[in-house]
């Protein structure tokens, strides 16, 4: 997600808070949301998926092989 998406974002919420939005600026403004939490969760599920854990025998895994919620 880029910068100038981010400062839309901002932008709309400061005018929910002022004066209220058009349902095209809260289509908007949902859309964006929506875009910029899936970057989040993308951007922390990657650096999770580089994290090794050492095991008490020594070997080691990859934390992501540990996450039985994942989807194969």
Not at 9 to 33: A, D, F, V
Not at 40 to 48: A, F, G, I, P, Q
């Amino acid at each position: 997600m880029n910068e100038k998406k981010i400062q839309r974002i901002n932008e709309l919420y400061h005018k929910s808070k002022n004066e209220g939005l058009t349902p095209e600026e809260k289509e908007e403004q949902k859309k964006l949301r929506e875009e910029y939490v899936f970057a989040v969760r993308n951007n922390l599920r990657s650096m999770l998926n580089n994290i090794d854990i050492k095991e008490a025998d020594g070997s080691i895994t990859k934390l992501e092989n540990k996450d039985k919620t994942r989807k194969v």
